[in-house]
């Protein structure tokens, strides 16, 4: 972490860090470096960068204050978050290694690990993390890291940082840590000893689902030349502008965080209240079986929440195309609301089996509450189940 950054809250780092006004001109917002290729000296030297692939310094500049929010020593920026995921794999596994992952991961992480990663010969034990000694069973000697998730998506079961962190170190296992649903405000892996961050920063961190986005931390240097070699060589970096509109987008991450988590715990309470919901997740409830440990690793409980909806399938059709403000769509974390069907959509590519065993059922419906004024949201969601109800009255 930069040495000046470290004495300032977190809204002020990202606003501040690896930002200072532009030497040249005194701009103060970072400039976009819009150019592909940059003038050297003479033959192999030149004044930092190359090649915009390479190294861009709007680019630099958000990988800087990534890192700087997380704890980090080191940040790395991709096209995606699915960027990140495959530049990780590619750089620290080969095949015959193992790696452990979370039962209850984003479906694209599902997809990647089981369908394109484990061809190659890598081996993938997808298991609850919840437990321990369940992990600790399931070390291999060709085990190589763990993988989780905390909160997870769309279950959002929550998995003990620091325990599995120490875990890993005691089998000098790699841990990382996908970071998105949480945010680098919410909760911080690496201060409880977690190696590697993943983000995709299409999310809260750029928050106005209008860039897409990817990002790695590195708690110290132990990984920082290999990605770094793998991040230029693979080639799945983002462009000066999105690197530029995730940096805009960062600045105002600890604002619209409190709104997102405020605007979830009112929703979640009034849902928990109502008839016509069959259960609802939420790691703000204390009805919610990880409250504590949520509570213990979290600075808030984010603005995720997973509900079922009695009825069934049809009933929770029709209360996700009653909604007026909650758009359905995939994706979360931006300021706008929005409602999607795990099962039919973000994992659609998880086996119907193994969905079932997750317990993402027909009736489950995931919100990602958005920034807009909560007596509005309210009112939305309790016309919406109304006409669900009547659905399942039939």
Not at 130 to 149: H, S, Y
Not at 368 to 380: H, M
């Amino acid at each position: 972490m930069d040495k000046t950054m470290r004495d300032l809250q977190f809204a002020t780092v990202a606003i501040h860090s690896h930002q200072e006004p532009d030497e040249k001109t005194g701009a103060v917002i970072t400039p976009i470096y819009q150019t592909t290729t940059f003038a050297q000296e003479d033959a192999g030297k030149h004044k930092g960068y190359d090649y915009s692939r390479s190294g861009n310094p709007t680019r630099t500049a958000l990988e800087g204050c990534l890192a700087d929010l997380e704890g980090g020593e080191h940040g790395l920026c991709f096209a995606s978050g699915l960027g990140a995921l495959t530049t990780l794999s590619m750089a620290l596994f080969k095949p015959g290694d193992h790696i452990i992952c979370g039962d209850d991961v984003y479906g694209g992480t599902y997809r990647f690990f089981d369908k394109v990663f484990r061809p190659f010969g890598v081996e993938i034990d997808f298991i609850e993390l919840a437990d321990l000694q369940t992990v600790r069973q399931a070390i291999k000697p060709n085990t190589k890291a763990i993988f989780l998730e905390t909160p997870t998506n769309p279950l959002l079961k929550l998995v003990d940082i620091e325990a599995m962190a120490a875990l890993a170190k005691e089998h000098n296992l790699i841990s990382i840590l996908d970071n998105t649903f949480a945010s680098p405000y919410l909760q911080q892996g690496l201060k409880y000893g977690i190696d590697i961050i993943l983000h995709s920063t299409t999310k809260y961190i750029g928050g106005h689902s209008d860039v897409v986005g990817g990002a790695l931390v590195l708690r110290d240097d132990t990984y920082r030349q290999v990605l770094r070699f793998h991040q230029n060589s693979l080639g799945a970096t983002p462009d000066p502008f999105a690197s530029w509109l995730t940096l805009r987008g960062l600045k105002t991450l600890a604002v619209r965080m409190k709104a997102h988590c405020a605007n979830a715990m009112a929703l979640a309470e009034f849902m928990e209240s109502h008839p016509n919901v069959e259960q609802v997740v939420y790691p703000g409830l204390p009805s919610h079986p990880q409250h504590q440990l949520a509570r213990k690793q979290m600075n808030d409980f984010g603005g995720m929440i997973s509900v079922r909806i009695r009825g069934g399938l049809d009933a929770s059709r029709t209360f996700m195309k009653s909604l007026k403000l909650f758009t359905l769509a995939e994706s979360l974390g931006g300021i706008e609301s929005l409602v999607e069907h795990p099962a039919l959509m973000t994992h659609a590519s998880i086996e119907p089996e193994v969905r079932a065993g997750l317990g993402i059922t027909d009736n489950l419906v995931r919100l990602s509450v958005g920034i807009e004024d909560i007596r509005d949201l309210k009112a939305d969601i309790a016309q919406a189940l109304e006409k669900a109800a009547a659905l399942a009255k039939v």
